[in-house]
Structures are given as structure tokens and as C-alpha cells.
């Protein structure tokens, strides 16, 4: 598992941040960074300079920035990311307060899911900040709880041209239909177990997914049940706070 560095590198952090915003949001401008990072307008700008520079960002005529072709290349992503972290972020800080375990806001990009907000709990051995991060949906908790809310036809278009053992794929998101919730269990990563619910807006339809994940070493078949309704309650408050925008 991977946890922030005892040493880490401000400016460095920075800069990544600001190119997972750029890859998860599209657009932003010097103030919308600054405010984002906590940092001066003028640092704010010095580092998306830097990203023009290496091709992680390009100014437009507008004069805001947005993803370059370094970043591009990834899936985009449909869900309305500022309003949803917007509306999670209490939802998952009361998560991790009732698990003690650290919460993830993710969403679909393509066949892969993107991570957009964690809140990390303040245990020694911790799940750490998987913000910027893709995984393939199809194996993370958050993925294929989203995949299960579509309908097996959507879910056969999206990997028409993915080299995937479809049957076996439907089999899981059947299970995850019937239980309403999903399991990572060491499948993206050793060591680590997830569970996640889809996230829905007042359509229906799935635009999001959130997680709790954990030290396998923690996870017992026991706490399942209580990890699971406290994970669905965060998804119930987060759907309340789309629906009222």
C-alpha cells in the first residue's frame, strides 16, 4: 500500500495535484488552482507554467488551462466531478469517523475508474490518498459496483474491444446486483481490501461510486455487514445533496 512520504516535496505534490485536476475537470483557471491548492495566485500560475512547459497542460484563448497531451490520453469521464465532491466531502469524513478506515470517491473513465476525492483515516497502517489514480473497473469495488447499475448491454459496448472474459465479468455483476455492493479483495492490489457502493443521480443512473478500503489484515467477513451499511449511508447522503444540486 502506498502512504504519503514522510518527506515529501511541496512543490512537487502541487504539481501533481494540479495535473490530476486538470485530467479529472477539464478547465481551470490560475485562481481556480491557487484556491484548490491553498496556495498564492502567483505560485499557482509558476506551476501550471511549468506543466505547459512538459506538456501536462495548454493555455487556451481564454487564457485558462486545461488537460495537455501528456494527459489526454485517458478516458474521459462524464460525471459532474466538482459537484460531486462538492456533496461528498462531509458525507465521506463522516465515513471514515464511523469505519476508521480510509473513504474514496471514484468515478467511470472508459473501462477504467478514476479516483476524485479520499479522505484518509489517521490509523498507522492506512489505505493512503489514491486522488489522480486509475484502476480498471472491472476489478476495484467502486468499478464494479458501477458497471453493475448499467445494463448488461451497456456493459457489453463499453468492452466490445477489450480483451475480457465477459461471461465471467456479467457472472460478478449479477452478485453485485442481487447484494448491492461490491468487493475488491486483493484483486488490484496485495494487502488491500475495498467495498463499494454505486453512487446514483435522481435519474438513475450510476455517476459515481464510493469505497472504504483497508489493510487486508483488517478485514474480517464479520464487519462486512456494518462496513456495508455505513458505506451505503455516505452514497444516501451524497444522492440527497445531488438531487438538491
Excluded at 497542460?57 to 481564454?62: K, L, M, N, S, T
Excluded at 460525471?79 to 469524513?93: E, I, K, M, N, T
Aim: glycine share 8%; charged share 25%.
Amino acid at each position: 500500500m502506498r502512504n504519503k512520504p514522510q518527506y515529501s516535496i511541496a512543490s512537487v505534490d502541487h504539481a501533481l495535484q494540479l495535473a490530476a485536476l486538470l485530467q479529472q475537470e477539464g478547465t481551470l483557471r490560475v485562481t481556480d488552482a491557487a484556491d484548490r491548492l491553498g496556495v498564492s495566485a502567483s505560485t499557482a500560475h509558476r506551476l501550471l507554467s511549468m506543466l505547459v512547459y512538459r506538456d501536462f497542460a495548454e493555455q487556451g484563448p481564454d487564457r485558462r488551462y486545461g488537460p495537455g497531451k501528456v494527459l489526454r490520453p485517458a478516458a474521459a469521464s462524464e460525471a459532474p466531478v466538482p459537484l460531486l465532491r462538492r456533496a461528498s466531502g462531509p458525507h465521506l469524513r463522516k465515513l471514515v469517523d464511523t469505519t476508521r478506515e480510509t473513504a474514496n470517491l471514484m468515478v467511470l473513465a472508459g473501462i477504467e475508474v478514476r479516483f476524485v476525492t479520499t479522505v484518509e483515516c489517521d490509523q498507522v497502517l492506512r489505505v493512503g490518498d489514491r486522488v489522480g489514480r486509475s484502476l480498471p473497473a472491472h476489478l476495484s469495488s467502486g468499478g464494479k459496483a458501477m458497471l453493475a447499475a448499467l445494463t448488461p448491454a451497456a456493459v457489453d459496448a463499453l468492452y466490445a474491444d477489450a480483451d475480457l472474459d465477459l461471461p465471467r465479468l456479467h457472472r460478478e455483476l449479477r452478485l453485485v446486483r442481487k447484494r448491492g455492493f461490491a468487493i475488491n479483495d486483493q484483486r488490484t492490489e496485495t494487502g488491500l481490501t475495498a467495498v463499494g457502493v454505486a453512487v446514483r443521480d435522481a435519474s438513475g443512473t450510476p455517476v459515481a461510486a464510493v469505497s472504504s478500503a483497508l489493510p487486508t489484515a483488517r478485514f474480517a467477513r464479520e464487519k462486512l455487514s456494518a462496513l456495508v451499511s455505513a458505506v451505503s449511508e455516505a452514497v444516501g447522503g451524497i444522492e440527497i445533496e445531488l438531487v438538491a444540486g
